[in-house]
């Protein structure tokens, strides 16, 4: 029997070592599956804090996810967390739920001004600053990957933009077809990238489903290139939205250091909800539910109540209040005052971790008294966010 005598071993497209075999003849093997690699928050569509369905862009269904449309070209489109149907490769690979968005008819997609970004997440800049990649070494990777499937097979343009210093995107081609597929890609760093140690906006990652000759123009794909106004390098990503009353589903969003891509690193509902808490809390849902215990404030008809926040939020949060009507909260203080004011934050006592409430309006009530806020409505949702 021969014997192999090296001192690394490393397949011959990659950058670095797999096993590394010390004088002693032990050996270190590089570890690809370790806990907390996934960059990516929800990226498996688990949580949807504020609704599973919504006719609304921006943070509207999924949490940490920002779709945006410009133009109304193919009609009304409806983004929801979807389920991931048993019987293929997706499912067994431990995936249940997707993000979707369904278009209501057929689009004209030489339209200027139309553009999708159907997935689209940001990540903390500290997060990425922090991760352990060499950013500006074009030999230190990372590896992305995701699965996606489409009503009418097509090829979409995937970005991701960073934020801090001078703005630079990448660009590479996702094709999609009526089966699930799964896209991987590896992104090596450049001389040029920028992450500041905070907590604001430092890397954004988008799926590309359609866009109109405003967003085309020459893009390299698979480099880091400036950031200028146009989005993509075609404006022929127009089979989908063309056949019309159709769908993209994605899931299983993964970012990780390094240049080999791993199995995807599912969370718990309960780690991944508390992730998502970081960025969006729900205060209060249904009819009868306690929002918050303060106080009625002296000489006026207002109550102030204080709500504890966790896990910690990433910045002092901002109000979402979508109940509507005349008798939107009941105060009880000794009696009970309806108000149909909406609920307000008082920024200067607030903080990531506990939010000041206030709610005006209030008659029947006596000053330095304590109360109770409680929802009035079954409509709708009042929550806070402090998202990138």
Known sequence: MSTLKVTNLRH??????????????TATAKTTNR?????IIN????????ATSSTSHGYSTV??????????????????????????????AGFRKAFKVTTSQAGNTSTASDMFKHWATRIEAQ???GSG???????????????????????FQVQLQTSDGTNKKYNFVAPATTSWTKITKIIPGHADLQFDND??????????IAAGADFAGSVTQETWVANTVAFLNSSQINTWIAAGAGNVETTGWQLEVGDVVTDYEHRTYHDELLRCKRYYQLLATGTSQVVAMGYIEQGAGDVNAARQLVPAMRATPSIDDQTSGSTRYRVNSGGDSNT???????????????????LGGLSGVTAGQGAQIRKQTSSARLGVAAEL
Do not use: H
């Not at 990649?133 to 090829?155: E, G, H, Q, R």
């Not at 149909?340 to 200067?348: P, R």
């Open 63 to 92: 949490d940490r996810l920002k779709p945006y449309e410009t133009g109304t070209d193919c009609g009304t489109k409806t983004w929801s967390q979807s389920d991931v149907a048993a019987g293929n490769d997706c499912y067994n």
């Open 133 to 155: 990649w060499k950013y500006t070494d074009p030999n230190s990777k990372l590896a992305l990957s995701f699965w996606i499937k489409a009503s009418t097979a097509d090829n």
């Open 340 to 358: 149909g004011n909406a609920m307000g934050i008082n920024s200067s006592y607030s903080s990531e971790n506990l939010v000041w409430l206030q």
């Open 12 to 25: 011959s497209s990659a950058s670095s070592d797999a096993i590394t075999l010390a004088s002693d003849g």
């Open 199 to 208: 907590t604001g906006e430092g890397l954004e990652i988008s799926l590309m």
């Open 35 to 39: 806990q907390g690699r996934n960059l």
């Open 127 to 129: 997060d990425i600053a």
């Open 43 to 50: 990226g498996a569509c688990l949580i949807a804090q504020r």
